[in-house]
Protein backbone atom coordinates (compact mmCIF):
# COMPACT_ATOMS: atom_id res chain seq x y z
CA UNK A 1 0.00 0.00 0.00
CA UNK A 2 0.92 3.25 -1.00
CA UNK A 3 0.52 6.57 1.25
CA UNK A 4 -1.08 9.37 -0.98
CA UNK A 5 1.35 12.31 -1.01
CA UNK A 6 0.17 14.89 0.48
CA UNK A 7 -1.06 17.99 -1.77
CA UNK A 8 -1.04 20.88 0.77
CA UNK A 9 2.13 23.15 0.61
CA UNK A 10 2.79 26.02 2.75
CA UNK A 11 5.01 28.85 2.01
CA UNK A 12 5.21 31.74 4.25
CA UNK A 13 7.00 34.53 3.04
CA UNK A 14 7.62 37.68 6.19
CA UNK A 15 7.80 40.72 5.64
CA UNK A 16 9.20 43.48 7.97
CA UNK A 17 6.12 44.00 9.58
CA UNK A 18 6.12 39.72 10.23
CA UNK A 19 2.94 39.52 8.04
CA UNK A 20 2.68 36.37 6.83
CA UNK A 21 2.35 37.23 3.21
CA UNK A 22 1.47 33.74 1.04
CA UNK A 23 0.16 30.19 1.49
CA UNK A 24 -0.49 27.98 -1.47
CA UNK A 25 -3.28 25.10 -0.72
CA UNK A 26 -3.52 23.01 -3.83
CA UNK A 27 -7.61 22.12 -4.50
CA UNK A 28 -8.66 19.93 -6.41
CA UNK A 29 -10.45 22.80 -8.92
CA UNK A 30 -8.07 24.74 -8.89
CA UNK A 31 -10.24 27.22 -6.73
CA UNK A 32 -10.81 28.14 -2.78
CA UNK A 33 -14.49 27.35 -1.24
CA UNK A 34 -15.57 30.56 -0.04
CA UNK A 35 -17.80 28.58 2.35
CA UNK A 36 -14.12 26.37 3.03
CA UNK A 37 -12.34 29.27 3.94
CA UNK A 38 -14.53 30.52 6.17
CA UNK A 39 -14.90 27.36 8.06
CA UNK A 40 -11.16 26.96 8.45
CA UNK A 41 -10.66 31.01 9.39
CA UNK A 42 -13.47 30.04 12.35
CA UNK A 43 -11.78 26.59 13.49
CA UNK A 44 -8.93 28.21 13.84
CA UNK A 45 -9.87 31.33 15.60
CA UNK A 46 -12.33 29.38 17.96
CA UNK A 47 -10.97 26.56 18.72
CA UNK A 48 -7.51 25.83 17.44
CA UNK A 49 -6.01 28.70 18.63
CA UNK A 50 -8.02 29.24 21.83
CA UNK A 51 -7.25 25.42 22.69
CA UNK A 52 -3.55 25.69 21.72
CA UNK A 53 -2.81 28.79 23.56
CA UNK A 54 -1.92 28.43 27.02
CA UNK A 55 0.48 25.49 26.68
CA UNK A 56 2.30 27.37 23.42
CA UNK A 57 2.53 30.45 26.39
CA UNK A 58 0.71 32.68 23.59
CA UNK A 59 0.27 36.41 25.27
CA UNK A 60 -3.86 35.63 24.47
CA UNK A 61 -6.04 33.32 25.05
CA UNK A 62 -9.42 34.41 23.72
CA UNK A 63 -10.97 33.52 20.11
CA UNK A 64 -11.75 37.53 19.90
CA UNK A 65 -8.14 38.50 20.09
CA UNK A 66 -7.14 35.85 17.85
CA UNK A 67 -9.20 37.64 15.02
CA UNK A 68 -8.10 41.04 15.93
CA UNK A 69 -4.56 39.98 15.65
CA UNK A 70 -5.41 38.04 12.50
CA UNK A 71 -7.27 40.82 10.93
CA UNK A 72 -4.98 43.53 12.04
CA UNK A 73 -2.14 42.04 10.63
CA UNK A 74 -4.14 41.41 7.25
CA UNK A 75 -5.19 45.32 6.78
CA UNK A 76 -1.66 46.09 8.28
CA UNK A 77 -4.08 48.52 10.20
CA UNK A 78 -6.79 48.69 12.59
CA UNK A 79 -9.60 46.97 10.81
CA UNK A 80 -12.37 48.67 12.12
CA UNK A 81 -11.06 51.45 9.23
CA UNK A 82 -11.18 48.55 6.46
CA UNK A 83 -14.73 46.34 7.46
CA UNK A 84 -17.99 47.91 9.12
CA UNK A 85 -18.52 47.04 12.61
CA UNK A 86 -21.82 45.73 13.25
CA UNK A 87 -24.08 43.62 12.45
CA UNK A 88 -22.11 41.72 9.72
CA UNK A 89 -19.21 39.74 11.04
CA UNK A 90 -15.62 40.70 10.16
CA UNK A 91 -14.67 37.46 8.95
CA UNK A 92 -17.84 37.62 6.43
CA UNK A 93 -17.21 40.85 4.44
CA UNK A 94 -13.99 39.86 3.23
CA UNK A 95 -13.34 39.28 -0.37
CA UNK A 96 -12.59 35.48 -0.97
CA UNK A 97 -8.03 36.92 -1.80
CA UNK A 98 -8.66 38.31 2.08
CA UNK A 99 -10.21 35.57 3.68
CA UNK A 100 -7.17 33.10 2.09
CA UNK A 101 -4.79 35.52 3.44
CA UNK A 102 -6.17 35.83 6.99
CA UNK A 103 -6.86 32.07 6.99
CA UNK A 104 -2.81 32.07 5.92
CA UNK A 105 -2.05 34.29 8.81
CA UNK A 106 -4.06 32.26 11.15
CA UNK A 107 -2.70 29.33 10.31
CA UNK A 108 1.27 30.43 10.90
CA UNK A 109 -0.04 31.09 14.23
CA UNK A 110 -0.18 27.62 14.95
CA UNK A 111 2.90 26.52 12.28
CA UNK A 112 5.82 28.98 13.61
CA UNK A 113 7.03 30.00 17.12
CA UNK A 114 5.48 31.67 19.76
CA UNK A 115 7.77 34.61 19.21
CA UNK A 116 5.64 35.29 16.02
CA UNK A 117 2.36 35.69 17.59
CA UNK A 118 3.85 37.77 19.96
CA UNK A 119 5.54 40.35 17.28
CA UNK A 120 1.71 39.98 15.41
CA UNK A 121 -0.23 40.75 19.16
CA UNK A 122 2.43 43.63 19.49
CA UNK A 123 1.75 45.36 15.77
CA UNK A 124 -1.85 45.33 16.07
CA UNK A 125 -2.02 46.74 19.68
CA UNK A 126 0.36 49.66 18.14
CA UNK A 127 -2.30 49.88 15.13
CA UNK A 128 -4.59 50.11 17.79
CA UNK A 129 -3.24 52.97 19.81
CA UNK A 130 -3.01 54.68 16.81
CA UNK A 131 -6.41 54.34 16.26
CA UNK A 132 -7.45 55.58 19.49
CA UNK A 133 -5.41 58.81 19.31
CA UNK A 134 -6.87 59.48 15.89
Known amino acids: MVASPD ?20 QMNGEPDLNELRARYLELINDILPSISIARGFPVHLNHCFGRIVLDNLFQGCWYNYLTVGRVAAYKQLDLAQLQQAVNIAQSLVDLPTAHIVSLNNQSLQWRREYRSS
Open 7 to 26: TSEHFYFITHSNLVVTHHEE
